[in-house]
């Protein structure tokens, strides 16, 4: 009778071991979806030009982190959010197209204006903050020859105090159009070293 008992439980065992991964995939697979669905809202991604796509999760010492990315013939989109689904990064190659002049280009001031393509930076990192965080930018530089994107490097605030974290953002020039954002996050971050 013993014996037909740890038979059964060692079966069991070998049975629920093989379950795991699969139920653990399914987790997986759910949890990248739902992180997805999370992104594409809050960035307003219409991925329908990116045939593929992949996703992965990295987990980082202090917050596992979902990288995202979505290719196509005319370039990719990758994207770095955490499980709840906060941007991190962002870039889009498709539209770094007119970012550097070639060579043969004359180099010429760039077009639009600073003053616009501050607030398109200010309105698309504003859809990205969590609750009770907001964003100082701060000036960066003049207008340079050949320049055709702006850059602008923002403190965010938690309940409007300073807290360490900042971000970084590239705009087009020609149509204010963000091609690059990155954030510090309080989850990914160490305090006191």
């Not at 009770?132 to 055709?148: A, H, I, M, P």
């Amino acid at each position: 009778m013993k014996r037909k008992l740890l038979t059964l439980v060692l079966a069991l065992s070998v049975l629920g071991g093989a379950a795991a991964p699969a139920v653990s995939a399914l987790g997986a697979d759910q949890r990248l979806s739902a992180v997805t669905a999370k992104v594409k809202a809050a960035l307003a991604l219409d991925t329908a030009a990116y045939p593929e796509f992949y996703g992965e999760l990295d987990e980082a010492v202090l917050a596992p982190t979902w990288q995202l990315e979505w290719n196509g013939p005319d370039g990719h989109i990758s994207v770095s959010a955490t499980e709840d689904g906060k941007v991190l990064r962002y870039y889009s190659s498709a539209d770094q197209d007119a970012v550097s002049p070639g060579y043969s280009e004359a180099p010429a001031f760039p077009s639009g204006d600073r003053n616009s393509a501050r607030a398109a930076a200010e309105a698309f990192v504003k859809k990205l903050l969590s609750t009770g965080e907001t964003v100082s930018f701060r000036d960066q530089g003049r207008d340079r020859l050949g320049t055709s994107s702006y850059r602008f490097y923002g403190e965010i605030l938690v309940n409007g105090l300073s807290a360490g974290l900042s971000c970084n953002v590239s705009v087009r020039c020609a149509d204010n159009k963000v091609v690059s954002f990155d954030r510090d996050s309080l989850e990914g971050s160490v305090m006191g070293v």
